[in-house]
């Protein structure tokens, strides 16, 4: 099987849905030894994942990196169409058309943003991080919310939901009417950067941080 991730949120500035994207991916890469079994779609086209990590954008802030020249060309005028409001459709569209000519490649579509950005004919693994626009739709842009309201059929639809915590899982029950053995959690795992619950503080760092070791979270 081969099975496409969703790795477009890493085309910007990182925020949680890229970092949670770009480590699962990273994850999956290091457990797996079909490397071709995993393909990245990057927002411009689907490419084998080890080769998309190896490359190195998908570590930074997702400004670039080394793709053909029709491709570095194609994710030009996204990012310029993006930049101005009226011409957004404009970059939805040739999005949603990178996807629609890259989904042969794969079996599967794991949507780390929801919903793939175009029209799929293959199986879809939809994320579901939380459902804010619901409850809370007056944080969110308003194209946001209708977006998401346009998408809850699509979603429904889904043979599997994915989301991150049972709190999700109990509101996507409560909200959408989704039966309970048709939502998958996949919680969040912990970045090796952070400490080991089991380590001892260094005690000057902490003292120059006017924080006390047991005292802190």
Do not use: C
Not at 95 to 116: E, K
Not at 170 to 186: H, S
């Amino acid at each position: 099987m081969r099975i496409g991730l969703d790795l477009s949120s890493l085309r910007q500035p990182h925020s949680g849905v890229a970092v949670y994207a770009g480590q699962l991916a990273r994850a999956l890469m290091a457990g797996t030894t079909a490397e071709e079994a995993l393909l990245a779609f990057d927002g411009l086209g689907a490419r084998p994942l080890a080769r998309v990590l190896a490359e190195g954008w998908a570590d930074g802030t997702g400004a670039g990196g080394p793709p053909g020249v029709a491709e570095r060309l194609l994710g030009t005028a996204i990012r310029a169409a993006k930049a101005i409001g009226p011409l957004m459709p404009v970059a939805r569209a040739a999005r949603a058309a990178s996807f629609v000519a890259a989904q042969h490649r794969f079996d599967l579509f794991h949507g780390l943003t929801t919903l793939p950005p175009g029209p799929a004919w293959r199986p879809i693994l939809p994320l579901l991080y939380d459902l804010s626009t619901l409850r809370h739709p007056d944080t969110h842009p308003a194209a946001r919310v209708r977006a998401f309201d346009r998408a809850l059929p699509r979603i429904a639809a889904a043979p599997l939901l994915n989301t991150i915590s049972e709190f999700s899982r109990r509101e996507i029950i409560a909200l959408l009417g989704v039966a309970p053995e048709r939502i998958v959690v996949t919680r969040p795992g912990v970045d090796p950067f952070y400490r080991a619950a089991d380590s001892t503080p260094d005690a000057a760092a902490l003292a120059a941080l006017d924080v006390a070791p047991g005292r802190f979270l």
